[in-house]
C-alpha cells in the first residue's frame, strides 16, 4: 500500500523585522550654484545598492538622496536646486535567517526635514524606515490518493486553495518623453523636477504581466531669452507595457508590490532644433507573487479491514481566496501660508501616503495615517518670490472586507490618487484628497493531512470482541464512517446491507451491521 502525493507550493513567512534609523548631515552648496537665500522645497529618494545575508542578519547598504529646491539670492530672486546623498550601511537582526535566504528590503522615508545653515551649506536630517521580509515558497507534501491490492477504505476532503505558483523579483523600465506646448518658451536649464507613478495596475497574462497607469511630470525651468523666465510645466501621462514572465497564466491572482526610481533628466532638441523635449526614465522595483485557485481533493483518513491501518498525521498551512476589496475615501484640509506670504498662483502639489495602523475592526479593515501634502506656489507680491507650504492631513478609514476575520491576511495597498489646491485667500489654500485603498483577502488555517501509513496483523483478541452481526444505534455527531472503523466493515457493504441511498445518517437511527467472518 503506497501514499500517492503531490506538491502543493504554499508562501511561508520565514521571518520578519524592522529598523528606524536617523540620517543625518550638511551639504555645501556646489561652487557651480549660486548662494541661497531661502529653502523652498525638498524630496526624498532612497536606493538600495546592496543586501547582504548572514546568518540571523541582513547587512542593508544604501544611499539617500535628497533634492533641494531653494530661493537663490541676487537682485532678481531666481529659484536653483541641488542634491545631496548621505550614505548608510545597517545591520538588521532576523533571527533564524540563513545565508542565502532570499530577503526583500524595502523602505519608507518617514520624516526628511531639511534646513538653512547658511548661504552655502544645507542641513539634511531624515528618519528612515528599512523593512526586511524572508518569504519562502514551501512544498507541503499532501496525500491525495492510494495505491495497492490490500482492501482498505480512504476518504477524502475537497479544500479549496490558493497556491503560490510564482515568487520573484523584477524591474519594469519605461522611457518617457514630454515635448513642452508652444505657448511655453525654450528650456535652457532644467532647475527642478518630480516625477511619480500613480493608479498603479497589475494584471496576469500567459507568459507576461501586463502593468498600467499614470506617470504624474512636473518641470520647473529656466527659459530661453533675455527676461530668464522661470516656467513651470505640469502633465500627467497615462503608461501600458508588459514585462516577460514565464509560468504566469491568465487568471492568476497577482499580489505584486512595486518601489520607483527615477532616473535622470534630460532636455533634447525638437524636430526644429529648439530645446522643448524633456525625457526621463521611471523604473518600478517589482516584488512579484502570483497564486492560482484550484480544489483538491486530499486523504482525510483511512482504514482497514483485513489488515490493521495505522495513519500518521501532520499539520499543514493552507491557504484560500476570499476575494479583492477595494475603497476610496476624500480628504481636506484648510492651511496658511508663512506669516507675512502671499500667495500669488500655484505651481505644484504633491502628497505622500502613509499608513499609521491597519487592524481588523468590528466593521471592516480601519486604517489610519496621514498624508503630507507639500504645495509650491508663487507669491504674489512684486519680488515673485516662490514659497512652499508643508502640511499634514490625517485620516481615517474603514475598509469594507466581507467574510474578513482573525484567520485572514489582508496585505493592503495604498495610493494617492488625486490632489488638488485652490486657493482660499491671500495667504489660504484648500486641500483635496482622493485615496485609494486595495487588498486581497486570504483566509488562512491549518489542516491535518495523512503523512504516513503502516499496516499489522488485527489484534484477534480486538476482532473476536466484535459481534458478527449487531444493531448500532447512531450517536450524536457520528457519521457512516465512524461506525465502519469502529466494525472494521467497509461502508460500501453497510449501505447495501442498510439499503442507504447516501452516506447521511442521524443521530438516533438504527444500523445493521454485519461483518464478513
Partial sequence: MELIKRNIHMDCLKCKASIQITLEDDINISDSRPDALKLIMDRGNVVIEEVRVTDDHVGVKGILKAGILYLAEGPKAKAAAMEGEIPFEEQIYMEGIRSGDNVSVSWEIEDLSTGLINSRKFSIQSVLLLKAVCEEICDEETAVDISGQEPVEFRKKSLNIASMVMKKKDIFRMKEEVEIPGSFPNIFSMIWWEVEPSEVEFKVLDDKISVQGEIRAFFLYLGEGEEEEICHYETVLPFAGSLACDGAREGMIPEIRYQAEAREVTVRPDFDGEERVITFELCLNLDICAYEEENIDILSDVYGVVQETNVQEKEALFRSYLGRSNGKMKLSGHFKAAEGEQIGKVLHTCGKLQTADVSLGETGIEISGTVSVQVLYESSKEEKWFGMIKEELPFQYVLDAEGVGRDCVYPLQTDLEQITVSIIDTDEIDVKCVLFFHTNIYRQWKEKIVEQI????????????????????????????????????????????????????????????????
Fill in 454 to 517: 503502516t499496516t499489522c496483523e488485527l489484534d484477534s483478541e480486538k476482532i473476536d470482541s466484535l459481534p458478527g452481526i449487531a444493531i448500532y444505534v447512531v450517536r450524536e455527531g457520528e457519521s457512516l464512517w465512524d461506525i465502519g472503523k469502529r466494525y472494521y466493515v467497509p461502508i460500501s457493504a453497510i449501505r447495501q446491507t442498510n439499503e442507504l441511498a447516501s452516506d447521511e445518517v442521524k443521530t438516533g437511527d438504527r444500523i445493521l451491521i454485519m461483518r464478513n467472518l
